[in-house]
């Protein structure tokens, strides 16, 4: 089994609530259909854990976005 884990940055708490739904269901289901798509492509089993982290303006947050990978 792989596993991964992943965090999910918003910026409002209110992003939060939506991203991790009612009880959970949402971000459940980002997880369920992650883990199926990896599964498919890698044939392989995969274990992964999502975390959602409000960071007021991290879009714009030179620092975390080069230590998230995604700038250079």
Known sequence: IIEIYASIYVSKENQKKIIIGRSGSMI???G???RLKLESIHSKQFYISLNVIV???WKNNYTLLKEIGYID
């Open 28 to 30: 459940k289901k980002i």
């Open 55 to 57: 960071k007021e303006n």
């Open 32 to 34: 369920i259909e992650s």
